[in-house]
């Protein structure tokens, strides 16, 4: 038995559309990229999704199926001297009669403006067919006039049932794939991979491929996969967002979005795939502090109070006991009453403030500092509360045009219910 040098992941490629497997929403029969592919009348698309979900090998496919010229490149490595090399040699009728290439473009994210601009013009005119691969949003890294000009398609994670067909075809192809090894596969493992992959055929092959080639034969003279070795082979689940990119993103947003929609559970769920991808703590509980003060607010003042507290121990104690901290201040947020109001009165008055002609601020309100301001009318008449019954005395706070604004219009959610009361009874003495 001899192995191959090749990765599995590589040598089971799918070789035409119709082997290719998962993305149905683009793939699928009749769907704009299958006819693309079939009729061979390809026009320049940008491929984005996570790792493992197809990219690469939906490349591969156009270029074993294109009857025009297909060059490819790396972002990582590539500049425009390879740029300019492709174009010239497409335009040359002895090298390229058709006088068009289809360029694969790999991690284009990765290409500078320069580089980017550099393909334009070739894309805009059609010499150059540009299929662009990225695990990054290209409407945030990629070229706005690319994009323009070409079709993006976004890949989704492949589910378990995809992950597990792509396995046993791989387990079964004596060709390509590892059915010249005599193995003996527990459908627990493959059922386990497939999960375990998480939507990333690339790591499930890499896996299945390690078992295979690194187990003894046993005494029926058969190599026995078994869930346990799976288990060593995967060793950790793999994340589909690293702290730089769009998943990054995602993540937090559906953190802070959980406990803004008071389900402690998602809040804890989305906590927890943020640490084990190894986001910064402190990143974290800034996003809680904000959360605890805009979403929050006076409904539960406390909460405020416990996200600081837990930001003063995570800087104490680091990790990995910060962990507590960070679960102690997301759940004491997302299931506290809510209220906005602080937010919105504050985004009134700013709007005011950017706007109107809001005065100046009365006389009586005004610092005297220095001897002689007080004879101008700096602080005369000002009433201070600690005089008058129960410290509170009427007298106008607001500059003059502005007397009798309301920006802050309190909830009934919470503590901010007893605020409420008792503003509306100062508001109407």
């Known amino acids: 038995m001899v192995q191959k040098k090749e990765p599995l992941a590589y040598r089971m490629s799918p070789r035409t559309i119709d082997e290719f497997v998962g993305q149905e929403h683009i793939t699928g029969k009749g769907r704009l990229l299958y006819r693309m592919i079939k009729a061979d009348r390809m026009s320049s698309i940008i491929l984005y999704g996570p790792p493992g979900t197809g990219k690469t090998s939906l490349a591969r496919i156009i270029a074993a199926t294109t009857k025009s010229s297909f060059e490819k490149l ?3 490595t590539a500049g425009v001297a390879d740029i300019k090399r492709i174009v010239s040699d497409t335009q040359n009728p002895m090298l390229n009669p058709s006088g068009r290439t289809v360029l694969f473009v790999d991690e284009i994210h990765r290409f500078n403006k320069a580089q980017q601009d550099a393909l334009l013009p070739y894309v805009e005119n059609g010499t150059i067919v540009l299929i662009g691969a990225t695990t990054e949003n290209p409407y945030f890294e990629v070229n706005k006039a690319l994009i323009s000009r070409s079709s993006v398609f976004m890949l989704k994670p492949l589910n378990a049932a995809d992950i597990e067909k792509i396995v046993r075809s791989a387990l079964a192809d004596k060709e390509r794939g590892l059915g010249s090894y005599d193995l003996v596969v527990e459908d627990e493992a493959v059922s386990y991979l497939a999960d375990i992959s998480n939507g990333d055929a690339r790591s499930a092959l890499n896996a299945i491929e390690l078992a295979a080639v690194t187990s003894d034969i046993e005494s029926d003279g058969r190599i026995h996969i ?5 288990e060593e082979c995967v060793q950790r689940k793999s994340i589909t967002f690293d702290k730089s990119g769009e998943a990054h993103y995602d993540n937090i947003s559906a953190f802070i979005k959980s406990m803004r929609g008071s389900n402690p559970d998602a809040a ?7 640490l084990y991808a190894g986001e910064d703590p402190e990143f974290l509980i800034r996003r809680i ?4 003060s805009e979403d929050v607010g006076m409904a539960n003042p406390v909460a405020l109070q416990v996200a600081v507290a837990a930001a003063q121990g995570i800087h104490m104690i ?17 299931t506290s009453p809510k209220s906005n109001s602080c937010y919105k ?3 009134k008055a ?3 403030v950017e706007t109107k002609r809001t005065g100046e601020v009365p006389m009586h309100l005004r610092n005297a ?6 004879d101008q009318g700096y602080g005369k008449g000002y009433k201070y509360a600690h005089d008058y019954p129960g410290n509170i005395v009427k007298q106008e706070y607001f500059p003059e045009g502005m007397e009798g604004t309301i920006y802050y219009e309190p909830t009934s959610n919470g503590y901010e219910a007893r605020i409420k009361e008792w503003l509306e009874r100062f508001r109407n003495s």
């Not at 680091?318 to 960070?326: F, N, S, T």
């Open 350 to 352: 700013a709007t005011d």
């Open 74 to 76: 790396n972002a990582v």
């Open 226 to 230: 078994t869930l346990k070795i799976i």
């Open 345 to 347: 009165a504050l985004g």
């Open 268 to 274: 804890l769920f989305y906590l927890a795939r943020a």
């Open 318 to 334: 680091g990790m990995p006991e910060a962990r507590l901290l960070l679960a102690h201040a997301a759940v004491i947020v997302a």
């Open 289 to 292: 502090i904000i959360c605890a």
């Open 369 to 374: 500092p220095v001897k002689g301001m007080s």
